[in-house]
Every structure is written in C-alpha cells, then in structure tokens.
C-alpha cells in the first residue's frame, strides 16, 4: 500500500514545480503535513517556501538540549521574520537524566553504541512523538549531502516511523541553498560562514576544510556512515 502511494503520488506531482507540490500535498493530507527543520540552510529554504506561499504545513523541531547558540539565534529571527508557529519538542527528561547520572554527559565519544544512544534518546524518541499521526514528512534532505542520500527518491516511504517522506530538495547542490537564501535574505545559521555546513549538536559538530566532504564535520571522531536515526539514508 505504501509504495503504492508513493508511486501515485511522483506520478501526481511529476510535473509540478516544488511549490506546487508542497500546495498540493497540504490540500491533499489536510492537517496532517509536518516539516522538521533544524535551521540549517536547506531547512530555511523550505520555511521560506511555507511561508511565502502560506502553506497549512506545520513546522517542528527538535531541541536536544544540546544545540549552538547560533542555532537559537536564527531559530528567534526566523520567527520574527516569517510570523510562523514551529512547535518545538524536547528529549524525555527522566531518560536524559539517567543517561547523564549512569554514563556522564559525553559518553557519546566513547562509542558508537554510546552516541547513537544518545541520539535515540534526543532525536528520535521525540521525531517519533513529532511524526506521530501524520502523513507526509517534509525533510531537507540533499543528494549531494553524503553517498547514503544519493539513492532518494523525491518521495519515499519510510517504514521506521511508518510515514511517506518528501525530500523537495533532493537534486539542489550547496550552491543553489546557497543563492536562493542570499536572493530572498533568508536568515541563516551565522555557523555557515564559519565552515559549518551540517549543523547537529555543539559537542558533535565541527567545521569543515576545503575538499572535506560535507558530513565530516558530524562525529567526526567516528568512521561510521555518519547518521543518527532521524534518516536511514
């Protein structure tokens, strides 16, 4: 059933632009469209699309307790600039606290079992809670982003959190994020600009050199394919 939807709905949309696209699918699953975003460049983007165009399409995100204050920052302008509700969703915090009493606050470096725990308990237990009852989940995933991503489709079915995926800005380079948020002054993460290009948890992030691939800069100290549970791929 699931991938016959998925299949209905790139035939449906297959000759819409990404606009339309996001119309159509808030008219389609009334109410029950969600976009998650993390206020990194590819996120803004399609904030501003939802905004812009006034689309019933409800914006949500993850505050891990462990973000930049950068983060924040355009979190706060973002909201003043486009008037839109994001509704936010923090970790359970009796499991942030035995995790903290038992391992300490940086058990993360000390394993890949551990940091992935840690993930689990700041990302995706409330990504379930978020995507809980909907239809689509709107990301900002790029193709270009790491090789797991090149295989995307532009909708997919996700069956860990049982929810069609659409990934609107799947075929964008960096450069075309890029452009888009300087032509419409798109407020941005001030980390960009500082060889931050994908934004996660201060402890876990770094930025990056020239010629490193755009994912390096996440766990850096890990050989791992450098997800965290919110995206299989």
Not at 189 to 200: D, M, T, Y
Not at 202 to 216: F, Y
Request: aromatic fraction near 12%; hydrophobic fraction near 35%.
């Amino acid at each position: 059933m699931s991938v016959s939807i998925v299949n209905t709905l790139l035939e449906k949309t297959a000759s819409f632009s990404m606009e339309e696209t996001l119309a159509f699918l808030a008219s389609e699953y009334e109410g029950k469209v969600v976009f998650s975003t993390s206020f990194g460049q590819e996120d803004q983007v399609i904030t501003a699309l939802i905004a812009k165009n006034d689309l019933a399409i409800n914006i949500f995100t993850l505050d891990t307790g462990r973000l930049f204050q950068e983060t924040y920052d355009v979190f706060h302008k973002t909201q003043k600039k486009y008037k839109k509700d994001i509704k936010v969703y923090f970790p359970e915090a009796a499991a942030v606290e035995k995790l903290l009493e038992e391992k300490g606050p940086n058990s993360f470096y000390d394993s890949v079992e551990n940091r992935k725990e840690c993930c689990f308990i700041r990302k995706v237990a409330p990504l379930t809670k978020a995507l809980k009852g909907n239809a689509i989940w709107i990301t900002g995933l790029r193709a270009e982003q790491s090789e797991n991503r090149n295989s995307l489709d532009l909708f997919e079915y996700d069956a860990h959190f049982d929810i069609i995926k659409f990934n609107p800005l799947l075929k964008w380079t960096l450069e075309d994020v890029q452009n888009y948020i300087d032509d419409n002054n798109v407020p941005q993460n001030a980390l960009h600009k500082q060889g931050f290009v994908s934004i996660g948890c201060a402890p876990c992030t770094r930025a990056i050199s020239e010629g490193e691939d755009i994912r390096a800069g996440r766990w850096w100290w890990e050989s791992s394919h450098k997800e965290c549970g919110l995206h299989q791929k």
